[in-house]
């Protein structure tokens, strides 16, 4: 738990360097120690061993099953067609699960910090805060690699205004987890949504998600092909056992509420500093919706495709630097390290054993 934490507090200690120095003739080396940062979080968690979710699962698949050419399994409804080919084309490289895991990492978290650099004014803030967010989702490493696509596609869309572009990565990242394809609603979140707009979309999906609906329009897309079946069945199997085991946290109700709230308050004034903030607010808001459509029925739905939207609430919260002065922002870092190590525990909170403690290679040579 201390090296989380103490990553925390040096992605903190850089987010106010950041503050310090832009503008400055000392701002040449903000890449740098954006550089320094991403080289600290990718070979944190690519250097891992035996630890994060699904290890084991994907440790078997690398091993036993997508070796050469000839495993290639275009009917396996599990494992997406181009991890395989991912996985069988890494075998020509090396048999060592865990370089490929290092692989995956750097890819990972390349594409992750370079967009947030593009597409944030507070990029440092903002990696921290996705930092703890997401260490729970840490070796869901096919919906990674889609995430990773959907992000490519969204840079380039909001740079370009390409549709064709953004589809194209989207395609890749379905791919890799078929998930990705709830990523092309962000074709809309580049505009100013009216706040009343926004509240209803909230109410009612509060009052849709507290009724059994979702769960049997869900059950309906077993019926489009063999492979949804397959897919339908493993998330409906899942959705029963994850709400037996958990526990939905008025905190984190109360949240989703606030947040959307609060940041329509102050819209107008982040907008001026923060160019892309309104879409950083509809995917909150979106995600929000979302959580509240399935948090009653299909719990499994709630961290699977709320993962593509989540992503923003470090993007959104970040956006809060430019509510207040430059001078007053480090005492806002030391507010977002606090937070941040909330959300650290929160997000390992359901598997903290799987986490804790930090296991990586160099253990195994001790």
């Not at 040096?10 to 987010?15: D, E, K, T, V």
Request: charged share 15%.
């Amino acid at each position: 738990m201390l090296l989380y934490i103490s990553t925390i507090f040096l992605l903190g200690f850089f987010a106010i360097l950041d503050n310090l120095i832009s503008n400055t003739q000392y701002s040449k080396f903000r890449t740098f120690f954006y550089g320094i940062a991403y080289l600290l979080v990718a070979l944190q968690f690519g250097l891992r061993d035996k630890m994060a979710t699904d290890w084991d699962m994907y440790e078997s698949f690398f091993k036993y099953y997508f070796i050469s050419i000839q495993d290639l399994d275009f009917k396996n409804y599990s494992v997406e067609v181009a991890f395989q080919i991912l996985q069988i084309g890494f075998h020509y490289i090396s048999d060592n699960y865990n370089l490929f895991v290092l692989f995956q990492s750097l890819v990972f978290y390349f594409v992750i910090f370079f967009v947030f650099y593009k597409i944030s004014s507070a990029p440092f803030v903002a990696i921290m805060l996705f930092y703890s967010l997401f260490i729970g989702m840490v070796g869901a490493n096919r919906q990674s690699i889609a995430l990773a696509f959907c992000l490519m596609g969204l840079y380039y869309y909001l740079k370009t205004n390409n549709y064709y572009i953004f589809f194209g990565f989207i395609v890749g990242g379905f791919l890799f987890h078929t998930s990705a394809l709830l990523f092309s609603i962000y074709l809309f979140f580049n505009r100013k949504i009216d706040s009343k707009y926004i509240l209803i979309a909230i109410l009612c999906s509060f009052i849709i998600g507290n009724t059994q609906l979702p769960f049997k329009i869900f059950s309906l897309f077993g019926v489009v092909s063999e492979h949804a079946m397959s897919k339908t069945e493993a998330y409906l199997d899942s959705a029963k056992q994850e709400l037996e085991r958990a526990q939905v946290s008025t905190f984190g109700i109360a949240k989703r509420i606030i947040i959307p709230l609060f940041f329509i308050y102050f819209r107008n004034k982040i907008s001026l500093k923060e160019k892309y903030f309104n879409v950083f607010l509809n995917a909150y808001v979106f995600g929000t919706c979302f959580y509240f459509l399935f948090y009653k029925t299909l719990l499994v739905m709630v961290s699977r495709g709320g993962f593509y939207f989540n992503v923003f609430e470090a993007l959104l919260t970040s956006s809060l630097f430019f509510i207040v002065d430059k001078k007053y922002r480090p005492i806002f870092v030391l507010i977002f390290i606090v937070v941040s190590i909330f959300y650290l525990n929160q997000s390992i909170s359901a598997y903290p054993e799987i986490f804790i403690p930090y296991r990586s290679v160099f253990n195994n040579l001790l």
